[in-house]
């Protein structure tokens, strides 16, 4: 009986455990751009083994709009610089039925848009998908 309770109790705390993730902010209006129609479902990725570095935060992946399409760009490990906060991207449709979009991307304290962190171990895609950087909303 007690390996059972050891094997439930290390699985409870395995499917409990989370990633560190970056500070997140609302996207600002003004990162908002008009599309002609919405970005795809989020694609699946692996998350590689955390590196040993405490700083490190795991930032998703996302679309990005490349002027006809949208383009998945992976996410990742990455050491954010102090004050500064992520904004996943988002859609949404105003009133008059215009789609809005704004990719992801960081801020620092003042709300101003920041160079982002570079990935230092990047997400993988998984082995029964095509490489997401290929994928469109096409």
């Known amino acids: 009986m007690r390996p059972l309770l050891m094997t439930y109790g290390l699985c409870a705390a395995a499917c409990g455990a989370s990633l560190p993730q970056p500070r997140q902010a609302a996207s600002p209006a ?5 599309v002609p129609y919405p970005p795809p479902a989020a694609l699946s990725e692996l998350v590689p083994e955390r ?4 700083d490190l935060v795991f930032q998703d992946g996302g679309w990005t709009w490349r002027g006809r399409y949208f383009v998945w760009r992976r996410g990742g490990w ?6 500064t906060r992520f904004c996943p991207w988002s859609f949404h449709y105003l009133d008059d039925g215009r789609a809005l979009f704004s990719p992801s991307h960081w801020i620092d304290a003042q709300g101003l848009a920041t160079r982002p962190p570079v990935i230092l171990v990047p997400a993988v895609t998984p082995p029964n998908e095509v490489t997401a950087e290929f994928q469109s909303g096409r």
């Not at 003004?30 to 008009?34: N, Q, R, Y």
């Not at 590196?51 to 405490?54: G, I, L, S, T």
């Open 30 to 34: 003004d990162s908002f751009i008009e």
């Open 51 to 54: 590196p040993a570095r405490k």
């Open 78 to 83: 990455v050491a954010p610089a102090p004050g």
